[in-house]
Structures are given as C-alpha cells and as structure tokens.
C-alpha cells in the first residue's frame, strides 16, 4: 500500500478573501464563494453546487480544514464534483434528441460551465452575529472578514448555513443547503442537503422547456488529500508534495448491501449506515521513512507530529425513494465506485455536445457497486497488484457516489441529503504519539509504548500504526452522530452561546481580559474557561493552556492574566459552558461555544510603563547570540527577537550599521515602554553578525500633545513657556521629555 508518485492581518487577510471572490485564482471561472469558519470544520462554499480543484487559498490549493485549531492548512480536499444525467433527453440548447446528456459543475473548471450552470443566489445565513473580539483597541478576529453574514435566522437549529441556488441547462434546478454546528459532538461535519427539482428552466435567460426526464442520475466526486500541514504544497514541510494531490489517500465504503450482518445488526458500529472514509497511506516519496514508519505521516526530523493521523469522508442521511415516495431509500447510493482522479473523463473538457463523451461519464454514474472497497484492491503490494487506469493513476483515485435512477416528471422533487465530516487522533494525542515514536526512531529514548487497548509494546511503528488507526471508530462515531441530529430534526443541546464581546487589553504588570455577560441567561449555563498559546495561534505547533475556569457560583466576566511574560506574544479565547446535564454523547461532560467565535488574531504583550528617563533605554538580550536564542523568549516563532525596554512613551527608534546604514526605523506611538525588533530589516532581511546602533529620538504625539496642555498646571513657570514654544512634551505622571532629545544605544548580534 505504499503510494508512488508518477508522473495577521485582517488587512491582509480581507485582500485575500477579495481575491478569491474575483476568482483571481482561475479568472475565466470566477465564482462567488461564502464561508464556514466558526466550527472545528471550515472551508468556503461556491455558488456552483461543488467546489473546484485550484479553488483554494493555501498554497497547495487544497481545503475543507480539519482541525482548524492547529492551522488553516489542515487541509483534506483537493476537489469536489456533481454530476447530473439523464437518457432520452429532448434538448432545447441543440433542438435535437440526445440519447444522453450530462452537465458537470466539478471537479475541474471549464470553460463549458458557464453554459451548463447559471447562479442563482448565495447567502450566508447565522443565528447570531460573531461576538465583538478587540485587542488592544484593534478588531482582532478573522470572523470580521470571513463571517460576514447575508441574513439572520435566530430560529434555525444550526449556526450557519450557506444557501446556494443555481439552474442547469438539464432543465433541473439545483437548491443546497450546507449547515454548520458548532456544539462539541458536531463541530467537525457539515450537513449538505441537496433538492433537485424538474423546473425545464435550461439558460441564463429562464426558458422553460417542459419534459420528463428518464433515468436521471446524480453523481456525487470526492478527491480527498490528506497532506494538510505536513506539505503546504511548496517544499518547506516534511510530507511528500505527491500526498497534496492524494496519491496517498486510501477509500473504503460501506453499507452496500443491506442484507449484510454489519448493515442489519442493531449491534454492529454500521448499523443502518451507508457511506465512506479515506485516510492517508504511507507514500514511496517519503524516502526518510520506510512504509510501515510512515503511517501518519510523522515528522520525522523536528518533534514526530502526525500530520494526517485523520480520517474524512460522508454518509448518507437520507435519499427519496421517488419523487412520489419521501421515504429514505436505503438502497442509496446505488454506484460507489472509485474513479482514477486523472481520467479523461475528469479532466476539464466536459462538453453538453459531445454524446460518446457523455455517455461515457453516465456509464461512470450509473454503474453498481465495487465486488471490493479500494482498500482491499490496493492492499499491502500496492502498485504491483492493481494498475486499472479507470481505477488509480499518478494523482490518486477519487470515490464516486451515484443516486438514480429516477424518473421525473415536470414539477418534480429529489431530495438527497449527506453528512460530510472529519475526525481521527486529536492533534495533541499526536504529538504524544509522534514524540514517542520518534525516540525509537532516532535512538534517543525507550518510552513505555501504550497501546489504544492499554497493552504495552516494543514496537514503535505498531504502537504509532495502532493509534492512527483509531480514527476509524472516530469517524464512525461521527457519522453516528450526524446521523442522529438529522433523526433528532436537528433539536441536538445547544451550548451557551460565547459572549457577545470579548475585550483583551496590554498592560504593564498584567493582560486584562473582559467579556459580557449574555451567556448568563442560558438555562444550564455553569460558568467560562479561558484558554491561551504563546508565539502563535492556529499554527501546527501552537498549544493552548488552560488559564482561567469558573462556574455559576463564581462566575466573573474580568480576568487578569498576570502570569503573562514581557517579549512573549499572546493569544486567547474564552469559551460560555453548561453544566453538563444536556450532554446525550458524553452524559456530563459540559457542552461548550465555540472557540473560534473569541479567537484573538491580533497578540497581546506585556508592557512596561514609559521610562522615567532616557538613560534607562535598555536593548535586551545584549550581546544576542543566536546559540542561545531558544532561551530568551522560547518557541521558534519568537526567535531572532530583540526587546528595548526604558523607551519614552512617544519616540523614533532607527537602527543603523557600525558604519551608519540606516536599516530599519519605526515610530514608537503606544505610550509604554516597550518595543520589540525581530532582526529584520525594514525590507524583510535577516541582519547578519555584527555592532548595531539604536538611535531614540523623543518625538511629539497628537494625543500626548493635547494631554499635554491639559496637564499644563503641573509645570512651573519655565517649563510652561517650553511647552508653549512646542519644545516639550510628557506622558504618564511627570515624565518630562524635551521634543527632539535623544539617546543612542549599541548591541550585538552574533550569528
């Protein structure tokens, strides 16, 4: 089975979103898009009824990010598609009979798409609005640029829902809805439901051709790659850039037949359950590791993280027998077939006039069901055993879904509605895992390997194998649980919500966190936890430490965070909980409001008061020697980091060369005393070894300027006349400095 390649800032980040709503990333297929960012699952919907390859915005163009936590890039999807066909179909674009005829909206774009789909509306529809997060008086969630909400619905069941409607030139309209949760028990799938309705609508311009259309089918495409942050697609991470494209990935489906034990038995973990995952497989391009070191795409050559110890697919909630029959039809779906991701039938070249072709795809859609799941053809001998070019190719293989046939009439209904989510080790259990592993695998250590059954072995690479494939039950497990919030008519617990706003302020000696007290009114509200990451935040290094817990009987809506230390970044989020009672998964266990509606984007810092004097100007570490970088302020993220301390509360710093080369400078305006420099230049250069100089000139501030005035009975006659000449200027209490004063200080970096 081992796989062979063949052949921050919202400035920022809203400059992205803008792009990708233009399309810049295919302008001859621009789309609009809408996003699910406030759940541990999030990706952007188009207005096309599937997702394209090349659609993302990472670099790998992948999406669909699971668990988002611990980066955006935990990527699994590289492509999605749906696929409509019918036979006999009297077709008005051509005015003739055609035996066959399908419309395509994915995998690829093409530039027949813009004749076979014709948009119709886009909405992104919450219950509520994000919270207000504020960081040292700045917007600092990413929700203000992503979350951006079309229409309120305070009574819908879910927290977001994206609402797409387009028609297509089969004469079918298209209505789908994908919905968000974000309570923990389902925080990590979507809900897609999908109504088809016969409307003859066939152009842009809303003609309408009335016929029965035969032997209809409706083709579901995913191309899942489950490289996430383990190869951003350019190099500069440890996976193999083939796993990007899923060479790598593994399918295997379930739930075929219905009369089988695993299907009929109340008992069994699949009872009544028709659907798939896919997992990542050990890939020959990885040559550091060999094929049983390779599950979980370990780290191998910094911490062992697992980088795609996780398991992705759908299940089938429900499909209509018949348009005059609503009943689920649990024959559904009828083709599961995997397909080689780079066949030509996948390629971009579909066309709505070209019957061989297809024909040629319906024969695709409509073809029954596998005698063996893709895992079981691949097996352990993988590529020697199995060379179907229909099946697997150089850029993996995709699983195909099919629902059909159907007959419809005009004004008749489909509906089809599937649970796509993800779940497998959670990342912390990873790096346990992964370090572990890694010792054995560089000879550093002999930990007690413990295996998911609570056995001990000595086998590292079984030890790491046996944890990753826990996903299995975990997918499982959540697909159960989709299953019974669509059971349920979606009236799952609630959580409290998170508090409408979320304050984080800098401050000298502490960090002060804020938040309102709306959560309050939930009926089983029992209380806030705070969490917070030093250095970064939704990155696959961060780790977030638990700093504050209180219950109803205590509960405060202030904290001060005075265990935060000076030269760190820090990050927060609070989260409203209940008291458990709700929970019908893990009976007692609190439910939570998502994290990621209180995320900080911006860092706080601890800040030091302004200096009394200009001679207390302090560059610390000095020397800084880059052998001992790790110990100044700690986590990768932070090195190359110098801090001056003592600064005035309104100041020029300027660092030049020995020899007098300007090569960086900022306006120090924060009224503290602190800044810090991450030994840059202001063109983004690291600075070599070397003697630098800190040049400190106090400059005037408009605010410090007006207090200045206001302050003016302080003073004594002499000094007023200064201020009045423009010639001073003070901050905090009395410090006094002159306009203009200034102050140099040398240091030294070694590299």
Known sequence: MKFIQYNFRCQIVLSILILLSLGISSPSFSQNIRWLRVSELQSFINELGAEFEGEGTTGNQNFFSWPTQYSTDQTMTRGKGLWIGAKNFDDPVEGKLKSVKVIASGLRPTDERPNMIFEKDLKLVGKFYHPSVVVDDQNATVLHTYDLLDSLDENMPWDREVLVKFNTSMGISVTRRVMCFTDPNNNNYFINEYVFENTGIYNSNGDVKEQTLEDVWFYFISRYALAGVSSDGWGSTWGAFSSVWGASTIYNEFGKDINSPEFSDPVSALYQMRGF????????????????????????????????????????????????????????????????????????????????????RYDFMSE???????????????????????????????????????????????????????????????????????????????????????????NHNQYKKDWVFTGRDSIVQTYRNAMDNFASDYTIPQPPPPPSEFVVTSGGDKINLKWTDNATSHQNFDGYVIYRSE????????????????????????????????????????????????????????????????????????????????????????????RARSFQFGDQSQYDRLAFYG?????????????????????????????????????????????????????????????????????????????????????????????????????????
Not at 306 to 311: D, E, R, T, V
Request: aromatic share 12%; glycine share 10%; proline share 5%.
């Open 535 to 626: 250095g970064n935040v939704m990155d696959y290094k961060t780790k977030y430490v638990k700093l504050f817990e209180c219950g109803a009987s205590n509960t405060v809506h202030v904290y001060d965070d005075t265990s935060a230390a000076r030269g760190f970044d820090y990050y927060y989020y609070i989260q409203s909980k209940d008291d458990g009672s709700t929970n019908t998964v893990e009976p007692g266990k609190p439910l939570y409001s998502s994290l990621f509606y209180t995320l900080t984007s911006i860092p706080a810092t601890l800040q030091r008061p302004a200096g009394n004097f200009l001679s207390e100007i302090r560059v610390v570490p000095n020397p800084y020697d880059i």
């Open 277 to 360: 995952y896919a997992y990542y497989g050990p890939n020959a391009d990885r040559t550091a590791v060999s094929y049983d070191e390779d599950w979980g795409c370990p780290d191998e050559a910094d911490e062992g993280v697992l980088g795609s110890a996780k398991y992705v697919g759908c299940v089938t909630l429900h499909a209509d027998t018949s348009p005059t029959n609503t009943t689920d039809d649990k024959r559904q779906p009828r083709t599961t077939w995997f397909i080689n991701s780079d066949f030509d039938i996948m390629q971009a070249t579909e066309s709505q006039y070209d019957e061989v072709f297809m024909q040629r």
């Open 368 to 458: 029954g069901h596998p005698d063996k799941s893709h895992e079981e053809y691949v097996g352990d001998d993988y590529p020697t055993n199995y060379t179907d070019p229909d099946r697997q190719g150089g850029g993996g293989p995709s699983q195909g879904q099919g629902f059909g046939p159907y007959t419809m009439e005009p004004g008749d209904v489909i509906r089809i509605v599937y649970a796509e989510g993800a779940s497998g080790l959670s990342w912390e259990k990873g790096r346990e895992v992964g370090a572990n592993w890694l010792k054995y695998y560089n000879s550093s250590g002999t930990p007690t390997l413990t295996l998911p059954n609570g056995s001990t072995t000595s």
């Open 647 to 751: 600064l005035p509360p309104y100041c020029r710093l300027k660092i030049y060369t020995e020899r007098g080369d300007l090569i960086w400078e900022k306006e120090h305006t924060k009224g503290t005393g602190d800044e810090l420099w991450d030994s840059k230049t202001t063109y983004g250069q690291i600075v070599a070894s070397g003697i630098y100089i800190l040049y400190v000139e106090v400059i005037e501030d408009t605010y410090a300027n007006e207090d200045k005035y206001a302050r003016q009975d302080i003073l004594d006659d002499d000094l007023k006349v200064m201020v009045n000449a423009g010639e001073l200027m003070y901050s905090q209490g009395d410090l006094i400095y002159k306009k203009g004063e200034s102050k140099i200080r040398k240091f030294v970096i070694i590299r």
